[in-house]
């Protein structure tokens, strides 16, 4: 059995505690933990094997034992980097993130197919504030050989779970686990992460 990491990165308030709780649980519960970090695992099936699947949801603000960005970027098999369809900056963020995680994984002699990484225009149900549009997305994606998504975590169950499923699928199929430098701190396990979720921080969008 083999290990697959993927890292669940972009700016603050973008939805990605709100995508990994819908691939996890199936459910979106609209107001989502910041102040940790955390990992959450799960076993899945990938053509009939098992795979111990890490999902990482970094935190945006400060936190204690906080890993920096570069860790995360060399701690995981593959990356889901989201944006917000109805915010720019992070948008901005986004491409700045993809860009690094090129840079690291080519800095750090890694194979080019090692660094799976994914685009995700998040909030899609939000088009009427519209701020990405989607060609330009698109061509960033092809610029930087990601594969490119847009949806909607609030609205959308199957789409999120395809996604991280196609990214699990890709992970494993681009197969050797990559030497770990650090990892970043906090497991949780699905049972605690439905317990953690209410009483957070509240935001609006
Ligand atoms: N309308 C809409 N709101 C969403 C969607 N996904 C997430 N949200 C909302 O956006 C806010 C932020 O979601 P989070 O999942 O906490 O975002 P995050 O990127 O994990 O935020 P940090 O942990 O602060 O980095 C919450 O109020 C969610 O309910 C979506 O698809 N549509």
Redesign the pocket.
């Known amino acids: 059995m083999n290990d697959i990491k993927i890292s669940v990165l ?10 990994i709780v819908r691939f996890l649980t199936r459910r979106f519960i ?5 102040s940790s970090e955390c990992i959450y695992r799960k076993r899945v099936s990938v053509e009939g094997r098992q795979v111990n699947l890490e999902l990482h ?5 400060p936190c204690e034992g906080q890993s920096t960005l570069n860790d995360q970027i060399l701690w995981a098999d593959g990356f889901i980097v ?1 944006y917000d369809i109805s915010d720019y900056a992070s948008f901005i963020t986004a491409k700045a993130v993809v860009h690094l995680i090129r840079e690291i994984h080519l800095g750090a002699a890694k194979r080019d197919g090692d660094s799976l990484v994914f685009l995700v225009g ?5 088009c009427h504030m519209r701020e990405v549009r989607r060609e330009e997305a698109q061509r960033l994606a092809a610029e930087s050989r990601c594969h490119f998504y847009e949806l ?4 959308q169950h199957q789409e999120v779970v395809l996604i991280f499923s196609k990214m699990v699928q890709n992970a494993s199929l681009g197969g050797k686990a990559k030497e770990r430098r650090r990892r970043p701190s906090g497991s949780k396990s699905v049972v605690k992460l439905i317990n953690n979720v209410f009483g957070k921080r509240r ?3």
């Open positions: 972009g700016s603050e308030g973008v939805g990605k505690s709100a995508l609209g107001e989502y933990a910041s949801d970094p935190c945006s603000q989201v998040n909030k899609q149900d939000l909607s975590a609030a609205e935001k609006s969008v």
